[in-house]
């Protein structure tokens, strides 16, 4: 398991960009498949965007294609979702997901190490 803490999130109008970051404590991070959850009040965790630990592969959320980018810096403990033409829907809290040499899974069972989250809030 690895330590990580979320960050980026806040309160920003629709038509706006945000990006969360994860910072993870392992120094090997970059073996760690990773996931972007959200879950809006009321509503179940869902997969977001998910990328595996050689970045070879990622998965989107229809609702989000097009709009959010999961990247990582191969060179640093952080993954990023970059999270472009925001809309009210998208109003949840984040948390990141990892998992050693993890694939881009969606299912959030899959993942053992969790963030505490971070909150967007997209007004209309």
């Known amino acids: 398991q690895v330590q990580l803490v979320e960050s980026g999130g806040g309160f920003v109008q629709a038509g706006g960009s945000l990006r969360l970051s994860c910072a993870a404590s392992?120094?090997?991070?970059?073996?760690?498949?990773v996931g972007w959850f959200r879950q809006a009040p009321g509503k179940e965790r869902e997969a977001v965007a998910t990328?595996?630990?050689?970045?070879?592969?990622?998965y989107y959320a229809n609702s989000v294609k097009g709009r959010f980018t999961i990247s990582r810096e191969r060179a640093k403990t952080t993954t990023y979702l970059q999270m472009n033409s925001l809309k009210p829907d998208d109003t949840a809290v984040y948390f990141c997901?990892?998992?050693?040499?993890?694939?881009?899974?969606?299912?959030?069972?899959?993942?053992?190490?969790w963030g505490q989250g971070t909150q967007v809030t997209v007004s209309s």
């Open positions: 990328i595996s630990w050689n970045g070879g592969s990622t």
């Open positions: 997901a990892a998992k050693l040499l993890g694939t881009a899974a969606q299912d959030m069972d899959y993942y053992d190490s």
């Open positions: 392992a120094r090997t991070f970059n073996t760690f498949g």
